[in-house]
Protein backbone atom coordinates (compact mmCIF):
# COMPACT_ATOMS: atom_id res chain seq x y z
CA UNK A 1 0.00 0.00 0.00
CA UNK A 2 1.45 3.02 1.05
CA UNK A 3 4.80 1.52 1.68
CA UNK A 4 5.44 0.68 -1.66
CA UNK A 5 3.77 2.95 -3.95
CA UNK A 6 5.27 6.13 -1.93
CA UNK A 7 8.59 5.54 -3.22
CA UNK A 8 7.91 4.18 -6.56
CA UNK A 9 6.47 7.57 -7.14
CA UNK A 10 9.72 8.85 -5.37
CA UNK A 11 11.74 6.97 -7.83
CA UNK A 12 9.32 8.43 -10.98
CA UNK A 13 9.18 12.12 -9.99
CA UNK A 14 13.42 12.04 -10.27
CA UNK A 15 13.27 9.59 -12.78
CA UNK A 16 10.87 12.53 -14.92
CA UNK A 17 13.17 15.40 -13.32
CA UNK A 18 16.01 14.05 -15.36
CA UNK A 19 14.26 13.64 -18.65
CA UNK A 20 12.30 16.63 -18.73
CA UNK A 21 14.54 20.13 -19.85
CA UNK A 22 11.66 22.36 -19.18
CA UNK A 23 9.30 22.12 -16.11
CA UNK A 24 6.60 24.89 -15.55
CA UNK A 25 6.79 24.14 -12.09
CA UNK A 26 9.56 23.78 -9.59
CA UNK A 27 10.84 20.22 -8.64
CA UNK A 28 9.48 19.86 -5.42
CA UNK A 29 6.19 20.06 -7.06
CA UNK A 30 6.90 17.65 -9.38
CA UNK A 31 7.96 15.87 -6.23
CA UNK A 32 5.23 16.18 -4.22
CA UNK A 33 2.30 15.44 -7.00
CA UNK A 34 3.93 12.59 -8.18
CA UNK A 35 4.07 10.84 -4.61
CA UNK A 36 0.56 11.82 -4.06
CA UNK A 37 -0.69 10.51 -7.34
CA UNK A 38 0.84 7.52 -6.53
CA UNK A 39 -0.99 6.89 -3.36
CA UNK A 40 -4.16 8.38 -4.62
CA UNK A 41 -6.03 5.76 -5.72
CA UNK A 42 -5.75 4.05 -2.28
CA UNK A 43 -7.73 6.66 -0.35
CA UNK A 44 -10.32 4.55 -1.12
CA UNK A 45 -9.27 2.66 2.10
CA UNK A 46 -11.23 5.11 3.90
CA UNK A 47 -14.53 4.24 1.92
CA UNK A 48 -13.09 0.23 2.10
CA UNK A 49 -13.04 0.92 6.18
CA UNK A 50 -15.66 3.15 7.46
CA UNK A 51 -18.27 3.22 5.10
CA UNK A 52 -18.35 -0.33 2.94
CA UNK A 53 -16.89 -2.34 6.18
CA UNK A 54 -15.02 -4.31 3.74
CA UNK A 55 -17.44 -5.51 1.47
CA UNK A 56 -16.23 -5.07 -1.78
CA UNK A 57 -12.09 -5.48 -2.27
CA UNK A 58 -11.50 -1.65 -2.86
CA UNK A 59 -9.68 -2.67 -6.20
CA UNK A 60 -13.17 -2.83 -7.53
CA UNK A 61 -13.74 0.75 -6.93
CA UNK A 62 -13.32 3.33 -9.68
CA UNK A 63 -10.43 4.79 -8.41
CA UNK A 64 -8.72 1.43 -9.26
CA UNK A 65 -9.88 1.81 -12.84
CA UNK A 66 -7.21 2.04 -15.06
CA UNK A 67 -9.61 3.92 -17.58
CA UNK A 68 -9.96 6.25 -14.79
CA UNK A 69 -6.04 7.50 -14.88
CA UNK A 70 -5.93 6.88 -18.73
CA UNK A 71 -8.63 9.42 -19.18
CA UNK A 72 -7.08 11.99 -17.08
CA UNK A 73 -3.56 11.49 -18.05
CA UNK A 74 -5.12 12.12 -21.77
CA UNK A 75 -7.32 15.05 -20.71
CA UNK A 76 -3.94 16.46 -18.92
CA UNK A 77 -1.80 16.14 -22.23
CA UNK A 78 -4.43 17.99 -24.15
CA UNK A 79 -5.06 20.86 -21.67
CA UNK A 80 -0.76 21.15 -20.97
CA UNK A 81 -0.94 21.53 -25.58
CA UNK A 82 -3.65 23.62 -25.60
CA UNK A 83 -3.13 26.35 -22.86
CA UNK A 84 -0.16 28.85 -22.13
CA UNK A 85 -0.67 28.85 -18.37
CA UNK A 86 0.84 25.02 -18.35
CA UNK A 87 1.28 24.60 -14.51
CA UNK A 88 -1.80 22.68 -13.71
CA UNK A 89 -2.33 20.59 -16.85
CA UNK A 90 1.23 19.97 -15.71
CA UNK A 91 0.47 18.89 -12.48
CA UNK A 92 -1.74 16.96 -13.09
CA UNK A 93 -0.46 14.96 -15.99
CA UNK A 94 2.54 14.09 -13.93
CA UNK A 95 -0.28 13.05 -11.04
CA UNK A 96 -2.37 11.07 -13.48
CA UNK A 97 1.14 9.21 -14.15
CA UNK A 98 1.58 8.22 -10.72
CA UNK A 99 -1.61 7.11 -10.51
CA UNK A 100 -1.20 4.94 -13.52
CA UNK A 101 2.30 4.00 -12.00
CA UNK A 102 -0.06 2.81 -9.01
CA UNK A 103 -2.17 0.88 -11.10
CA UNK A 104 0.71 -1.27 -13.05
CA UNK A 105 2.15 -2.32 -9.21
CA UNK A 106 -1.65 -3.60 -8.12
ZN1 LIG B 1 -4.07 0.28 -4.85
Known sequence: MFIAHLPAGYLLAQHLLKRI???????????????????????????????????????KYFSHWPSLWIGLLCTSMLATGLTRKQSLPFLTLIFSLGGLLHMLLD
Open 21 to 59: CTIPVSPKAVLFTVMVGAIAPDLDMLYFYFIDHRQTHHH
